[in-house]
C-alpha cells in the first residue's frame, strides 16, 4: 500500500497494523494534538503566533530586556489560565491505550501542556523537548517554583521576583526561541528516533528545529515513517504513510483497530 491514494479507512487500517506490527514505535506530537482539549496551537489561524509575537517572547529578549520579560510573564498569565483546567481528549488517551497495549515505546513531545502523563502515559516513556509549563525554575541555580505561586503574583499585578536562593531570573521550564533544548529529552530522543522502526507525527506542522529533524534521522536510519495531520507539512514528501485528518478522530480509530485487531 502506498498510503498516497489510498481512502481515509484504509489510511487508518494501514495504520493500525503498523502499530500492531512494529517492534518499537514512537510518537512524536506537536500543539495539533492538544487543539481538541481548547488549547490553541501556534501556527493555525487564530494560533498563538496570531497574537502574539514570537520575536517578543524570544530568550535573548527575556534575559536582556525586562519590557520584554514583563511582556512573556503577561503571556504567560493568559496561557497558564487558557491551559490550567484543560483535560486530555481522545488523542491523548488513545496513545495512553497504545502503551497499555504494549504498542507504544515511548512520546517524544513539542508539547509543554502535561496532557499525555495527565491522560496516563507514563512519564519516563515521555520526552518533552520543549520543556513543561508546569514549573518555573531560577536561570541561574534552577531552583524550582510552581506554577501557581507565580500566577498568584501575576494575578495581584505584582513583578516576578528574583531567585530566592540566588537573586537569578526566573522562567517557565519551557524552550523559548533561542534557547538550547533540554540535553537529555534530546539525546533520548534522538537514540530512540534512530532505533525505532516506526516513527508516527501527530499534530505538528514540522518547521520547527531541532524537533523537526527527528522524523527526517528516524526515516534515514530505517524506520518507516506516518505523519497524521489536520494540514500538509513539509515532510509528507518523505513519509511512508500520511494522513490528512483530526487527530482524536483518527487515533480513536486506530486504536480500536488495533486492539480489535481488525486491520
Ligand atoms: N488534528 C490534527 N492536526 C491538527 C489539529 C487536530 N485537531 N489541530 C491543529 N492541527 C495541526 C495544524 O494544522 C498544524 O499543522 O497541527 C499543526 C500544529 O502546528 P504548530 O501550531 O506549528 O505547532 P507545533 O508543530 O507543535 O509547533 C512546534 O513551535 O512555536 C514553537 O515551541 C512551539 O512547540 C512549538 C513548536
Known amino acids: 500500500m502506498t498510503g498516497r491514494d489510498d481512502s481515509k479507512e484504509e489510511k487508518i487500517t ?21 487543539t481538541e482539549s481548547g ?27 525586562p519590557v520584554s520579560r514583563r511582556n512573556y510573564w503577561q503571556f504567560y498569565r493568559e496561557y497558564w489560565k487558557e491551559a490550567r483546567d484543560v483535560e486530555p481528549n481522545r488523542a491523548h488517551f488513545a496513545l495512553a491505550k497504545l502503551e497499555d497495549l504494549g504498542n507504544l515505546s515511548a512520546i517524544v513531545t513539542q508539547n509543554i501542556d502535561g496532557l499525555h502523563q495527565k491522560a496516563g502515559n507514563s512519564p519516563e516513556k515521555i520526552f518533552e523537548l520543549h520543556g513543561n509549563m508546569w514549573e518555573v525554575r531560577c536561570l541561574s541555580c534552577n531552583d524550582i517554583y510552581t506554577w501557581n505561586d507565580i500566577f498568584q503574583l501575576l494575578e495581584e499585578g505584582k513583578e516576578v521576583h528574583s531567585c530566592r536562593q540566588c537573586g537569578g531570573l526566573l522562567k517557565p521550564a519551557t524552550v523559548s526561541f533561542g534557547q538550547s533544548l533540554p540535553e537529555r529529552a534530546l539525546r533520548e530522543a534522538q537514540r530512540l528516533s534512530e532505533r525505532c522502526d516506526l516513527f508516527l507525527c501527530i499534530g505538528s506542522s514540522l518547521v520547527v528545529y531541532p524537533a523537526a529533524y527527528l522524523p527526517e534521522q528516524a526515516k ?3 524506520a518507516k515513517l506516518v505523519i497524521l495531520n489536520r494540514e500538509p507539512t513539509p515532510l509528507d514528501g518523505i513519509a511512508d504513510l500520511v494522513i490528512s485528518g483530526e487527530a482524536g478522530d483518527v487515533m480513536s480509530q486506530v486504536v480500536k483497530a488495533v486492539e480489535t485487531r481488525s486491520f
Not at 47 to 62: A, H, Q, T
Open 220 to 222: 534515514n536510519s530505517g
Open 14 to 34: 494501514d495504520l493500525a497494523r503498523r502499530l500492531a506490527e512494529s517492534r518499537e514505535t514512537v510518537i512524536f506530537t506537536g500543539a495539533g494534538i492538544s
Open 39 to 65: 488549547i490553541a496551537d501556534f501556527r493555525s489561524p487564530g494560533g498563538i503566533w496570531d497574537r502574539f509575537d514570537p520575536n517578543e517572547l524570544s530568550y535573548p529578549s527575556f534575559v536582556s530586556n
